[in-house]
């Protein structure tokens, strides 16, 4: 990323809320369940299927976490109702985490068993880490209760310790979405080195195919694509071992390609009225970041 697109990044906390806004509007749905359901029919006449998550997270009331675990069980139904080609994406601070462990465990298992009735999947979004083995410990327990096959777990390839969480859950044969990780954490406990994530992507991926989990290949970078997609084949995977993941308004052509080449694509797609925090992730990575909030400044000046 150059100086400039640095500059635009670090000043992006005092950046106005209407124009991150603006900006931020490809990685998101909307604010309603409708804006969702719309856009997942949109990806699903594409041939792409898509995973749902309600945008919000580190809730510090119980009554909060109680109405997102509410919108969660709503999503499901609305996948059904529609007969999308979706799931859902849940992260536990948003249901409780925080709070209270076994008060977020029992919302975990509300929201599957809305998913075992609608024979449908949840997966848990992996968190900064602080929450990495409680959010670990959740989904074992939810896993041990539900029998396994209809929720999931994500592991960041930029933690140092993901090696050894990977190897256990591959002798438990989960369901991974492996992912860089999107979280500032301190070197002492994540790799930093652009190389040495993909590295480390690249071998994680290995030992979870070689024990036949199933896998989300959850990157837009082309280097672990093209690596992902020679181990498919030198392993000889089905559609059915693996899918490819992308966000919502990032990378659609490639997206397109590899859906052409007859690999399974999910889209992550947000929704909701908490769009701020989410929208400043993504937006800290977009390499085209400076000519973005430009231009829809210049378009916002010219509106007026
Ligand atoms: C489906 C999915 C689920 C995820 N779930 C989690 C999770 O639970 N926990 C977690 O910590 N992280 C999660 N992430 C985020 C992930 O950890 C990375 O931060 C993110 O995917 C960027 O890494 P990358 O592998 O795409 O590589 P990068 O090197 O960041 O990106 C490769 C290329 O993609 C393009 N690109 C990437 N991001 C953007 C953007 N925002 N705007 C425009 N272009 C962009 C650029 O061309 C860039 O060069 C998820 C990502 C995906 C795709």
Request: aromatic content about 8%; hydrophobic content about 40%.
């Amino acid at each position: 990323m150059n100086i400039f697109n640095q500059l635009v990044v670090s000043s992006l906390s005092f950046t106005p809320k209407f124009i991150v806004a603006k900006v931020a509007d490809r990685y998101i749905a909307g604010e309603h369940l409708a804006d969702a359901v719309s856009t997942v029919k949109q990806l699903n006449s594409k041939g792409v299927m898509a995973t749902i998550d309600v945008l919000g997270e580190d809730v510090t009331t119980r009554e909060e976490a109680t109405a997102s675990r509410d919108a969660c069980v709503n999503v499901l139904s609305a996948i059904a109702q529609h007969s999308l080609n979706a799931n859902l994406s849940v992260k536990l601070t948003q249901i409780g985490l925080k709070i209270d462990k076994e008060f977020c465990r029992e919302n975990v298992e509300t929201i599957l068993s809305a998913a075992r009735a609608a024979n449908n999947f949840v997966r848990i979004d992996m968190e900064d880490h602080t929450c990495t083995d409680d959010t670990l410990a959740v989904y074992r327990a939810v896993r041990s209760a539900f029998g396994g096959s209809n929720v999931g777990i994500v592991i960041q390839a930029y933690l140092r310790r993901s090696e050894d969480d990977v190897k256990t859950l591959a002798a438990e044969g989960a369901n991974v979405r492996l992912c860089k990780g999107i979280y500032n954490e301190s070197p002492a406990i994540a790799f930093k080195d652009r190389r040495e994530i993909q590295q480390n992507y690249i071998r994680l991926l290995k030992i979870l195919f070689n024990a036949k989990c199933r896998v989300g290949i959850a990157t837009h970078d082309d280097v672990l694509i093209d690596a992902a997609s020679q181990i498919i084949q030198d392993l000889h995977l089905t559609p059915q071992d693996y899918e490819f993941q992308m966000l919502l308004g990032v990378r659609s052509e490639r997206r397109a390609q590899l859906v052409r080449e007859g690999h399974r694509l999910r889209v992550y797609t947000p929704f909701g009225k908490q769009w701020y925090a989410y929208s400043i992730r993504r937006l800290k990575e977009n390499p085209q970041i400076a000519g973005y909030v430009f231009k829809a400044m210049f378009e916002t000046q010219r509106e007026k």
